[in-house]
């Protein structure tokens, strides 16, 4: 079946240390974006990419990047993770950005914990 | 600046019961989506319904319907025959047609069903 899948489900890391997420989809969809979600808040949008375009959220602290080297995959660096990073991480895709009816929709990965210690 | 106002953090409701859930939105655009997605336990957000604004019909999809109130900017869901299963935090989500192609998401709000 054609899906967004996050690796790894959970992730611990260590204060300081750099870890990177991984998102992948199978509906060669053009636009990917990574979330963070805090326990019982709404997703917060960090970025988006656009086919190669990246997008930046305004308020979305220089410690994250990302990274799409293909259509099928995209990465989130946390470069130097602390304690306030420590949530759901959420990727999701949309099949275009042309204003069609459908292509707006976003299908979302099951998520990766992140745990800081 | 578009807002997404879910006023209900919490629900239950007996199990075969119905259920509605709101979410009011402010926005000066004409052409936009709207959406309900559910997220379990297991925390997969999955679409529930989505509506186009420039459609009249309220989306349906089995149990699930909208009342979409274009003029009074308002989005409701109704939970027709609850299932165990439907227990999960419901967000609603605003986004414009044109621009952006950002989610708006308000608060959730968590849907108990009871045995």
């Known amino acids: 079946d054609a899906m967004v899948i996050q690796n790894p489900r959970y992730q611990v890391t260590q204060f300081g240390k750099p870890v990177t997420l991984s998102c992948s989809q199978t509906?060669?969809?053009?636009?990917m974006y990574w979330y963070q979600q805090k326990s019982s808040q709404a997703p917060k949008l960090l970025f988006h990419?656009?086919?190669?375009?990246?997008?930046n959220e305004a308020d979305t602290p220089d410690n994250f990047q990302s990274r799409r080297p293909n259509t099928s995959f995209c990465f989130l660096d946390i470069r130097s993770p602390g304690l306030g990073d420590a949530a759901m991480y959420l990727c999701?895709?949309?099949?275009?950005?042309?204003?069609?009816?459908?292509?707006?929709?976003?299908?979302f990965g099951p998520g990766t914990r992140l745990l800081v210690l | 600046a578009q807002t997404v106002t879910q006023s209900q953090p919490e629900m239950s409701v007996q199990e075969a019961e119905t259920v509605t859930l709101s979410c009011t939105y402010d926005t000066s655009e004409n052409n936009y989506y709207l959406f309900w997605y559910k997220q379990p336990p297991s925390r997969q957000m999955i679409l529930v319904i989505r509506?186009?604004?420039?459609?009249?019909q309220n989306a349906t999809e089995n149990r699930f319907s909208v009342n979409f109130q274009k003029a009074a900017k308002s989005f409701s869901l109704k939970i027709s025959d609850s299932q165990l299963g439907d227990t999960a935090m419901y967000f609603c989500a605003f986004m414009k047609r044109s621009g952006t192609y950002k989610y708006i998401f308000g608060t959730g709000t968590r849907l108990k069903v009871l045995a």
């Open positions: 999701a895709t949309s099949r275009d950005t042309t204003g069609l009816a459908g292509d707006e929709t976003q299908y």
């Open positions: 990419y656009y086919d190669k375009d990246f997008n």
């Open positions: 509906l060669n969809h053009n636009v």
């Open positions: 509506q186009e604004a420039y459609k009249q």
